[in-house]
């Protein structure tokens, strides 16, 4: 008995010592730093649209600088092409890409505490110059026009498609599209002038039975634009993107979403 209440005290008394460490005080700093910013087309400025689920057209790499082995940190970019981190220290940090829907791009920038602000120039393989959607009640179909540009037909000269995706939430995008498998709404092998440049329709019907997963309920529909331009540059044939409207099949117009 008198052994058992030994082996009792000595193990109570071990935990006693152990608990220290376990109840010191955490003095370990926490993050100090915010960024924001946005991924811009560096000849027009307008916002580079991306792909955050299914394809990896919205993430790149992050480096902290002043470390003997630097570890890539991976960020993520919203759908409309902007993006925010909360959890940052303040430092040096490099960003690269080199597979994204954007040539190659790195950058160095320095974050100090509190909230920072820093956007990417980049150069998209494909920039649309304009788009409209709309709803025609007369032929139920939604339709697209798009005039599109290819940035540097000697790296990306195949301008293989312009597709009209639409899916039930605002994650539209060639992942998420509920009508891949109408042949309307895509246009194949499209042909540009000497300046990269293309004028594109696509449409989606309504009534066929290859869209009925999205038209079976009556609801807001979600569509955008992709284009996929290869080459020797875009091996990893990643698609670029107008922004993401919503349309509802009454006749009235699309409208930007812009919740993100």
Known sequence: MKNIKYILMTVVAALFVTSCDWFALDNMESYDATIAGKFVDAETGALVPSEVYGSQTGVFKIFELGWDAEAAQTWYIKNNGTYRNNLVWAGDYRMETNDANYYPFTQKFTLNK???????????????????????????????????????PAQTGNLNEVRLCCYTDCHVGTSFNNCKNDANAVASNVQFDADGKATVTVAIDTQNSANATEFKYERVHYVRLAALATGSANTAARYNFTQTYSIALDGSAAVEYDRW
């Open 114 to 152: 509190g909230d920072n602000e820093v956007d990417f120039a980049v150069k998209p393989f494909v920039r649309f110059l304009n788009q409209e959607f709309k709803y025609d009640t007369a032929s139920k179909k939604i339709i697209a026009t798009c005039t599109v540009q290819v940035t540097d």
